[in-house]
């Protein structure tokens, strides 16, 4: 998949696509259903199947801190993108040049000059330039005269809901893991680069592999019993704390993972971390030693939930139904067994 970042960054051999324009934070079911709609048109008409979006978000831009969390970062979002068969996204930065552009401006400096879009596909409510003035109408209106296609997108109900990324926040936020992985199409994950802590968890005897999550806030928050995909592909259970931690003064937000009974360093790595359940919210403790007893409460529930839902650990099982029990891919190991990670 080809990323091209801005407008000036368009090239002539990027003049012919077939298009769609939003935020795709998730890439949930409903998304989906948007870019298989994109790859039909761009097979009929042999042309690239390109997503564009935006960075910051609009709502980010506009709302600042109250913005809504989101679901993925931008690199977990280009790679979901990849796995839908995206062929081309086009990333504009969204500052007050843009957010002043005329709706009129945007479709021909954008889409008919920079792009070239032969075929769109975008929501029946979408509204796009200076003050959200453009709709689906005018889309249609233009495209007419530009010589593109405007198609507008089938909504996507389950439950007989709408499936959005607001409905999977409010999930997510409730604690209902199984009912956002339902939505999504897959179970909730956060991918990171395992970087050096302040070495707490060390301290107390719970060695944490930390995975930062940019100054944003996460969709979850709290302590979850997790199963985590380590660079090598095994598959490893744990326990993991999202949040600012409150009882050591955090600041930006982290995402703490211990892994049981793990002996290994993953420093620099990748780490894949799903949420299978959520063991309680994040509290802030009377001291360290409140901390510790209740984190060790916290693993032994964990390890319950894993022993309880696989007791037969095998090899080289994935985990493909959020609905079912995981089937995890490690090396044995003995439960409870705590050893030098990396925090």
Known sequence: M????????????????????????????????????????????QLPATVMVFEPQPREFFGGDQAPARLHRFREKLEALAASGIERVVCLQFNKSLRQLTAQAF?????????GVRHLVVGDDFRFGCDRAGDFHLLQRLGAQLGFAVEHTHTFLMDDERVSSTRIRTTLASGNLAGAARLLGRPYRITSRVVHGRKLGRTLGVPTANLLLGTRKPALNGVFTVLARLADGRFWPGVANIGLRPTVDGILPALEVHLHGFDGDLYSQPLEVTFLAKLRNEMKFNGLDELKRQIKQDIA???????????????????????QPPLLATAPFTFGQTSPLTD
């Open 301 to 323: 529930t964990s390890i319950q939930f894993h022993q309880q839902r696989q007791p037969a650990w095998s090899a080289g099982l994935a985990w493909p139904d959020p609905q």
């Open 107 to 115: 479709v021909e400096q954008v889409l008919h000059q920079g792009l």
């Open 2 to 45: 080809e990323l091209i970042r801005g407008i000036h960054n368009l090239r002539s051999q990027h003049q012919g696509c077939v298009a769609t324009i939003g935020n795709f934070d998730g890439v949930h079911l409903g998304h989906q259903a948007i870019l298989q709609q994109v790859r039909e048109q761009a097979k009929r008409l």
